[in-house]
């Protein structure tokens, strides 16, 4: 599996996207949630890249919840109602024993991740890939995600490829 490939990074990333996608009762892990396990791994070039154009983990969890929010919203539901008349007892985390699948945006992403990964001569897979890898699709959540947050993706992955220069020197 591609996995396999992976350096240190970037396994941390895609565990961190299963709790972020456990916490927030995401029945799959998505593209949004391996942005959100790359700013909670805090990992790597992919890290790296998207902290030093200010995006923060709290940050993208509270756009993440506003995006949810919306979506709900346009179809007459108010995660804030529910919320309130539930108290307490709310709760959207899932159960650690719940096995959560990948969402098909984020198998592209993790495949995208290999061929980027390929594409630069690299023989391993970090974060900086994953992250170009989620930047690949210009409809994805994510991708939404960082918009919303004022970075633009063609930004973010030219400032990937400026870290990793960097660093080869």
């Known amino acids: 599996m591609i996995f396999r490939r992976f350096t240190s990074g970037p396994r941390a990333c895609v565990e961190a996207a299963l709790e972020e996608a456990r916490e927030l009762g995401h029945d799959t892990v998505g593209d949004e949630d391996l942005l959100l396990g790359i700013l909670r791994a805090n990992a790597g070039l992919g890290a790296g890249a998207l902290s030093s154009l200010g995006v923060t983990l709290e940050g993208a969890q509270v756009e993440s919840e506003r995006m949810a929010s919306d979506a709900l919203l346009s179809v007459g539901i108010s995660l ?76 973010l992955g030219e400032r990937v490829l400026e870290l990793r220069e960097r660093e080869a020197r």
């Open 80 to 155: 804030e109602d529910i919320r309130t008349q539930a108290g307490e007892a709310f709760d959207m985390r899932l159960p650690d024993d719940r096995r959560l699948r990948f969402s098909p945006r984020a198998k592209k992403a993790l495949g995208r991740a290999l061929h980027e990964a390929r594409r630069l001569g690299d023989g391993h897979i970090g974060t900086e890939h994953v992250l170009l890898g989620i930047l690949g699709d210009e409809d994805g959540t994510a991708v939404r995600m960082l918009a919303r947050m004022g970075v633009a993706k063609e930004a």
